[in-house]
């Protein structure tokens, strides 16, 4: 089975630029979310997708937006971009909603704001 | 609201030394709780989660309502158990994880 693979695996933007960052869910998973993991602290929750619809949203605000396709697959769109967005993006996909279906995560995107 | 500490940043130790990791949420229902591990250069994955009551890789974790804490432990750690170690809270019905800041294991030789 394929896992979750996330584009692009770095990126250097400048402050004002807007940046889309994309999420490959596993085979079979219809939920994902985002979390955004600052150096030296735990992955704090964006947002999550179940089946196209938003299911959840964390303390972000709206210049954070996402989608997910059909296929499940899933973007992360940050407008605006400030030096504190600089950050490693997490995607984790799961089977389905429910705590019978934990986590699993991609490698991350690391985003970098100049 | 919903929240995770696991006080400690760093926790070093030898080989065969006893381990625990601490985790303490604050949530007035009923959580769900889980142990996330991320090894050098791998992605992180979920090591248990209590309502499984299982062991993994010689890890368990105790759900301890009265002092909501959930404590990973490992009587005998060993060198490949080094990795940083999250603790995850869900509460009930959201189906979003809350992560703590994560604890460095690092395991001596």
């Known amino acids: 089975e394929t896992g979750v693979t996330q584009s692009p695996t770095h990126l250097i933007k400048t402050r004002g630029q807007q940046v889309t960052l994309r999420c490959s869910s596993q085979s079979g998973h219809n939920t994902v979310s985002w979390y955004q993991q600052a150096l030296g602290q735990g992955p704090q929750f964006i947002f999550q997708?179940?089946?196209?619809?938003?299911?959840g949203r964390g303390n972000f605000p709206p210049r954070f937006s996402g989608l997910q396709f059909p296929n499940y697959s899933s973007e992360l769109n940050v407008n605006a971009l400030e030096l504190d967005d600089s950050a490693l993006y997490l995607c984790?996909?799961?089977?389905?909603?429910?705590?019978?279906?934990?986590?699993?995560f991609g490698n991350g995107t690391r985003l970098t704001v100049t | 609201a919903q929240r995770v500490t696991q006080p400690e940043k760093l926790l070093s130790v030898f080989k065969g030394a006893p381990v625990e990791l601490k985790c303490n949420y604050s949530y007035s229902g009923s959580p769900e709780l889980f142990w996330y591990v991320q090894y050098s250069r791998q992605r992180l994955q979920l090591l248990l989660r209590h309502i499984s009551r299982e062991s993994i890789k010689g890890f368990t974790a105790d759900l301890n309502k009265g002092e909501t804490s959930f404590h990973l432990k490992k009587p005998f750690a060993q060198e490949e158990d080094s990795a940083m170690y999250y603790c995850?809270?869900?509460?009930?019905?959201?189906?979003?994880?809350?992560f703590g800041r994560g604890t460095s294991l690092i395991v001596h030789p």
């Open positions: 995850a809270l869900e509460s009930g019905g959201s189906y979003i994880p809350t």
């Open positions: 984790a996909s799961s089977l389905n909603l429910g705590s019978g279906s934990p986590l699993h």
């Open positions: 997708y179940y089946r196209e619809e938003e299911n």
